[in-house]
C-alpha cells in the first residue's frame, strides 16, 4: 500500500481539529511540487530523487504460526479435502496434491476459497485425465495406421510416392525468428520512445490476478517484440519477490540476463526519467489523450483489477505530481453490454504502437477486441436490406448474403483486415439437396 | 430458471446440500446426480422399497460409474446415501450400508457421515429407537476416534447424529469448537444444537450462548430453533412469569441483532396466544400511518439514536470512509479543509442535498438544463418549508443553467467538489457535523459507507440514515416533485409506549438477509400480561 505519511498526518491533524497553521499546509505543498518545478532548471542532472520512496517495512500479521500448529492445520485440512472427494464434490483424491498445493491451500483465508480452490483443481485433474485417455486412443489409431501402411506397401507392387518431410524450402527456426526481433528491440532501446509499464500494485491484486497480470505483461513484451516498430518499454517498481514477478520469470526465465533486451527496474520511474515528459493512462480521470507526443513517456499500471475497484493509478498520479489521461475510448467506440472498459495490458501497448505509427485513434483502437463494441447503425441497416432482399432471393432459392456480406464491408474495409460483423442469422437460406427443385413448396415455419 | 434447479436440489437432499458459490454458475450439480435420472433411480428403485437385494444394489452402483464421468468407485457409495435422504428412507440407507458391510470393503466416512444426517431427518419426524440410537453412538465414536481433529463436514454430520440421540447431545458441543479450527460452523450445525438445547427443559442458558454466537457470526438461526422455544413454552404448565420472560429475553434477542423472523415462527406465536389465552395475546396487525399498529392504537417507537452512539458515529465517520489510509483516493488534503472551513461558516443546516444524485435522479441522459432545473425546484420544495440546505455537487455543474445555479445560490449554500472527488462522504460529513437534527437528500443506499464503518457501527448508521434520509421519487409531468420522506419509527421487533411488543416477520427464511429499506408488510402486536 503507497502509504504517504504526509497527507495522512494532516488529514489526522483535522480529525483531531486542530488549528493547522496555513503556512505549514503550502510548505508540505510545496515540497510535494519542489522538485517539478526545480527539475527544469536542472535538465541536465541525472539525478531524478524519488520524494516517496520509503523502505517498506515488513507488515507482520500476528505470531507467526507454530511448525506443530502447521503440520495440525494440514492434516485437518488433508482429511477435509478427501472426506469431500467421498462425498463426490469437485476435489481431486488426495494423492494428486503436492507439498506447494497445500502450503497454497494453508495460506488461504476461508473455507470457501478453498473450495474454489480445490475446484480448479479438480478441474486440472479431470483435463489431465481426460488428456491422457485421447493420448492412449491417439496412439492406438497410429499403430492401426502404420500396421495398415505398412501391409499396403508390402502388398503394392507399384513404386511408392511421398515426400516425406523433404522439401525445396529453407527451415526457418524460431531462435532466427528470435533473434532478429531481438536485434530490433535492441535497436528500440537506443531509439524509439519509451513507454512504463508500472509494477507497483503487487499488494493490491490476490494471487489470481497477480498470474494473470504476470501473463499480460509477458504478451506486453512479445507483442512488442513483434511489432515493427517496438517502444523501448521499461518495467518499474518491479518486486522480484511478489507473486507477480516471480510468475513472470516463469515465463521469462532470462528476464534477467543482462544481454536479454528487457528492461527490469527495482527503482521507480520518476527515478529513471523527468516527470514532465511522464504521462500517467488511467481510466479514472477525466482528460482524454487527444495526440500522441513521442517525447512523452507514458504510464500504464500494471494491475488487473477484477475485484478492486478503487481508483489507485489516479490517487498514484495525483500524489505524484504527474499529469495524467485516459484513452478516448468514448468518442471513438460505441460501447456494447459485454464486459465493461477494462482492456488488457497488452491491448493497451498494441493501441499505443499503432497510434505511434499512424497517429490514427480508429486504427489504434482495432485492437479493442469487438466483442465489447457494438455497432449499431450498420446492424440495423444491414437488417433491413437484408429483409428487403432476403424474400425475394429465397424465391429463386439464390444465395446472396455473402454479396450483402461485401457491400457493407466494403465501406468499412481499411488497409488492416475486413472487420469482423456481428453473427448473423442466416433463415431460409441453407441449401437442402433433398428437397432442391423437388417441386415441392418449402413450409415456413411458423414461429 | 436455474432457481427451480436448486431448490428441487434442496428438496431431494433433505436441506442439507450445502448451496456453493460454484453451483450457482455451473449446471452441473455436484456430489449428485442430473435430475431426469435421478427420477428415474428414484421411482425404480428407492420410492416404494425398503431394501434392495445385493445384485440391485450392485446394478444400480454400476450404472452410477458408467452413466457419470464424475462419480468413480471413491464417491458412489457417498452420492447413493445422499440420494436417499428423505425421512422414509431411513432403512434404505441402512440397508446399503450393511450391503457394502458385507462385501467386505465398509462404507467410508463421507458414507456415514451422510447415514448420520438420515437419521437426523427421521428424527424430526418420529422418535428413534434404541438400536438406532446405539447404531449413531458407535458410528460417531468411530469417526472421532479415526482422527484427533475433524474436518468442518464429518463434525458437522456428527453434530447432526448426536443430536438425534436423547442422552447423548452434550457430547456435539466440542464438536463445534472443533468445527472453528477449519471455518466458522454452519448455520446447520449451530441451529440443530440450539434446537436441541431448547427441547430440553434446563438447557435454555446453553441454547441462548448458542444463539449469541451464531449471530456474531453472522448467520442467521433457522426457524427450528424458535419453534423449539415456542413449542417448549407451550407444553410446559409454567408459572406466568417464567413464560413471561423466556417471550421478553426471545423478543429482545431478536430486537438486538435485528432478525426478522420467517412466517412459520409468526403462525406458532399466534398459536401459543391462542392456548394461553391468559398469559399473551397474539394478534396480526397492521401498521398505520405515522407508524400506528392497528390494533393496539399505540405509536412504535421513534428511530432516533441515542447522543451517545451519534458521537461515536461522527468521529469514526471521516477517519474510517473518507481517509481510509489514503486521503488521494477519494479527494485531497486541501479540498477537505476548504470543505471543513466552509462547514464551520455556514452550518448549522436543515438538510444537505446531494446535487448530482438529485439531478440525475430521473435519467443520466437528460440537458443539463433539465438537471440544474430539477435541482432548482428541489431546493424550492425546502424553501417554501423555510428550512436551510447546504447543496453539494462538483465543477463542472458552474456550466449548468445559469438562471438556476443563481437560484441555487442564493437560496441555500452551495460547495463544488473537484470534478474528481466522490462527493458522498462530504455529504454526509456535513450533515453529521450539523447535528442529530440535520436530514439530507439522496436516493443512494449508502452501502459502501455502511460497510466501511465496521461492523459495530452499521447498525447505528443504518438507523441513523432511515431517520435521515429524503429521497425524490420523481417529478411528475407538471413540474411537482414527490419527495419520499424518511420513516421515523422503528422497523425491527421492539416494545411501544405502552408496552405492546411489536414484531415484524417475513415470508420464508433466507440464510443471508440483504439489508432492506423497505417497511415489513407483516406485523404481529403481542401484549404481555402481567
Known amino acids: 500500500m503507497l502509504k504517504t505519511l504526509r497527507p495522512w498526518r494532516l488529514a489526522s491533524h483535522m480529525l483531531k481539529g486542530c488549528a493547522i497553521p496555513a503556512r505549514r499546509v503550502s510548505d508540505s505543498f510545496k515540497t510535494f511540487d519542489g522538485d517539478n518545478a526545480f527539475a527544469g532548471s536542472e535538465v541536465n542532472s541525472k539525478k531524478f530523487s524519488n520524494p516517496f520512496a520509503q523502505a517498506s517495512p515488513a507488515i507482520s500479521d ?35 496434491f503436492q507439498d506447494h498445493h497445500w502450503d497454497h491451500v494453508l495460506s488461504l483465508p476461508t473455507k470457501s476459497a478453498r473450495i474454489k480452490y480445490y475446484a480448479f483443481l479438480w478441474q486440472i485433474n479431470m483435463k489431465k485425465e481426460a488428456e491422457r485417455r485421447k493420448k492412449a486412443q491417439r496412439a492406438e489409431d497410429t499403430e492401426r495406421r502404420i500396421a495398415d501402411m505398412r501391409k499396403e506397401r508390402e502388398e503394392n507392387t507399384h513404386i511408392i510416392y511421398g515426400l516425406a518431410h523433404t522439401s525445396m524450402f529453407l527451415r526457418i527456426y524460431d531462435t532466427t525468428i528470435n533473434h532478429w526481433q531481438n536485434n530490433r528491440l535492441t535497436r528500440a532501446m537506443q531509439f524509439a520512445p519509451k513507454m512504463v509499464l508500472d509494477c507497483s500494485y503487487d499488494k493490491h491484486m490476490n494471487n489470481r490476478e497477480a498470474s494473470y497480470a504476470a501473463k499480460q505483461l509477458m504478451l506486453c513484451f512479445a507483442e512488442n517484440r513483434l511489432n515493427d516498430e517496438p517502444f523501448d518499454l521499461h518495467y518499474c517498481n518491479a518486486q522480484l519477490e511478489g507473486k507477480c514477478m516471480q510468475n ?33 493512462l488511467t481510466p479514472h480521470c477525466r482528460e482524454d489523450l487527444v495526440t500522441y507526443n513521442p517525447d512523452d513517456i507514458y504510464i500504464v499500471g500494471a494491475m488487473v483489477d477484477t475485484m478492486n475497484n478503487e481508483p489507485l493509478s489516479l490517487a498514484k498520479a495525483k500524489r505524484l505530481g504527474l499529469r495524467m489521461a485516459r484513452l478516448p475510448l468514448d468518442r471513438y467506440l460505441q460501447w456494447g453490454s459485454g464486459s465493461g472498459k477494462s482492456l488488457t495490458l497488452n491491448q493497451m501497448i498494441n493501441i499505443m504502437l499503432d497510434l505511434k505509427k499512424t497517429g490514427n485513434w480508429d486504427s489504434a483502437l482495432k485492437h479493442v477486441p469487438r466483442r465489447k463494441v457494438v455497432d449499431m447503425d450498420t446492424q440495423r441497416r444491414a437488417d433491413d436490406s437484408r429483409k428487403a432482399l432476403g424474400t425475394r432471393a429465397r424465391k429463386l432459392n439464390v444465395r446472396i448474403d455473402h454479396l450483402l456480406d461485401f457491400e457493407e464491408e466494403r465501406r468499412h474495409t481499411t488497409a488492416f483486415a475486413t472487420p469482423q460483423t456481428l453473427r448473423q442469422r442466416k433463415e431460409g437460406m441453407e441449401f437442402q439437396l433433398d428437397t432442391w427443385a423437388a417441386g415441392k413448396k418449402k413450409k415456413k415455419r411458423e414461429n | 430458471m436455474y432457481n427451480i434447479r436448486l431448490l428441487r436440489q434442496l428438496r431431494w437432499f433433505g436441506g442439507h446440500h450445502r448451496l456453493m458459490a460454484s453451483q450457482h454458475k455451473r449446471p452441473q450439480l455436484l456430489g449428485s446426480v442430473p435430475s431426469d435420472q435421478l427420477e428415474q433411480l428414484k421411482s425404480n428403485y428407492f420410492a416404494r422399497r425398503q431394501e434392495l437385494s445385493g445384485d440391485e444394489w450392485q446394478s444400480v452402483r454400476h450404472s452410477l460409474i458408467e452413466g457419470y464421468k464424475h462419480i468413480n468407485d471413491h464417491n458412489v457409495d457417498a452420492v447413493i446415501l445422499g440420494v436417499c435422504s428423505g425421512p422414509q428412507q431411513l432403512s434404505l440407507a441402512k440397508n446399503y450400508v450393511d450391503y457394502l458391510r458385507s462385501t467386505g470393503a465398509g462404507p467410508n466416512a463421507a458414507t456415514l457421515g451422510r447415514l448420520l444426517r438420515v437419521y437426523n431427518t427421521a428424527y424430526h419426524t418420529r422418535p428413534l429407537s434404541e438400536a438406532e440410537q446405539r447404531e449413531i453412538l458407535q458410528i460417531c465414536d468411530s469417526l472421532q476416534a479415526a482422527h484427533e481433529t475433524l474436518d468442518a463436514t464429518s463434525c458437522e454430520q456428527v453434530i447432526h447424529g448426536l443430536v438425534a440421540t436423547t442422552e447423548h447431545w452434550q457430547r456435539a458441543l466440542p464438536l463445534l469448537e472443533m468445527m472453528k479450527v477449519t471455518s466458522t460452523p454452519s448455520v446447520s450445525a449451530y441451529s440443530a444444537l440450539a434446537e436441541k438445547a431448547f427441547g430440553q427443559s434446563d438447557q435454555a442458558e446453553e441454547a441462548w450462548r448458542l444463539l449469541e454466537e451464531m449471530t456474531l457470526a453472522r448467520k442467521q438461526p433457522r426457524c427450528e430453533v424458535y419453534l423449539a422455544l415456542l413449542n417448549r413454552l407451550a407444553q410446559e404448565p409454567a408459572a406466568t412469569s417464567s413464560l413471561r420472560v423466556e417471550l421478553e429475553r426471545l423478543l429482545q434477542f431478536l430486537e438486538r441483532h435485528n432478525i426478522l423472523v420467517s412466517q412459520k415462527v409468526a403462525q406458532r406465536l399466534l398459536q401459543l396466544g391462542q392456548q394461553l389465552p391468559q398469559q399473551l395475546r397474539v394478534t396480526a396487525s397492521r401498521l398505520g400511518p405515522l407508524g400506528k399498529c392497528q390494533e393496539c392504537r399505540q405509536h412504535l417507537q421513534p428511530v432516533a439514536i441515542s447522543d451517545e ?60 438544463q433539465q438537471l440544474a432545473k430539477l435541482l432548482a425546484t428541489v431546493v424550492r420544495h425546502f424553501k417554501e418549508r423555510h428550512k436551510r440546505v447546504l447543496v453539494l455537487g462538483r465543477e463542472h455543474m458552474r456550466k449548468w443553467s445559469k438562471s438556476a445555479m443563481h437560484y441555487v ?43 466501511l464503518l465496521g461492523a459495530e457501527l452499521k447498525p447505528i448508521f443504518r438507523r441513523w440514515q432511515q431517520e435521515h434520509q429524503f429521497s425524490l421519487v420523481t417529478q411528475t409531468q407538471t413540474g411537482k416533485i414527490i419527495v419520499k420522506e424518511p420513516i421515523r419509527h422503528r422497523l425491527s421487533v421492539h416494545q411501544a409506549e405502552g408496552g405492546s411488543w411489536h414484531v415484524p416477520y417475513c415470508d420464508v427464511y433466507t440464510p443471508n438477509p440483504t439489508d432492506s429499506f423497505d417497511v415489513p408488510e407483516h406485523w404481529l402486536c403481542l401484549i404481555l400480561n402481567t
Open chain 2, 309 to 368: 452512539e451519534f458521537r461515536q458515529l461522527s468521529e469514526c465517520f471521516l477517519e474510517k470512509v473518507l481517509i481510509r489510509g489514503d486521503v488521494f483516493q477519494k479527494s485531497t488534503p486541501e479540498e477537505m479543509l476548504r470543505f471543513k472551513q466552509y462547514v464551520e461558516k455556514t452550518a448549522p443546516y436543515d438538510c444537505v442535498i446531494d446535487g448530482l444524485n438529485v439531478a440525475y435522479s430521473t435519467g443520466a441522459k437528460k440537458a443539463p
Open chain 1, 62 to 96: 500476528g505470531p507467526a504460526e507454530t511448525e506443530e500448529d502447521r503440520g495440525k492445520r494440514r492434516k485437518v485440512l488433508q482429511l477435509e479435502a478427501d472426506i469431500a472427494h467421498q462425498e463426490g464434490r469437485r476435489v481431486p483424491a488426495l494423492e494428486f
Open chain 2, 409 to 451: 445560490q442564493n437560496n441555500a449554500s452551495l460547495f463544488l467538489t473537484n470534478n474528481l472527488s466522490h462527493d458522498d462522504p462530504f455529504l454526509l460529513y456535513a450533515t453529521i457535523r450539523s447535528g442529530q437534527e440535520t436530514d439530507f437528500f439522496s436516493r443512494d443506499l449508502m452501502r459502501t459507507h455502511a460497510f
Open chain 1, 248 to 280: 513472470l520469470k516463469r515465463y521469462i526465465p532470462t528476464m534477467l540476463n543482462p544481454e536479454f533486451p528487457m528492461n527490469v527496474h527495482k527503482q521507480c520511474f520518476t527515478e529513471l526519467f523527468d516527470k514532465q515528459n511522464l504521462v500517467y
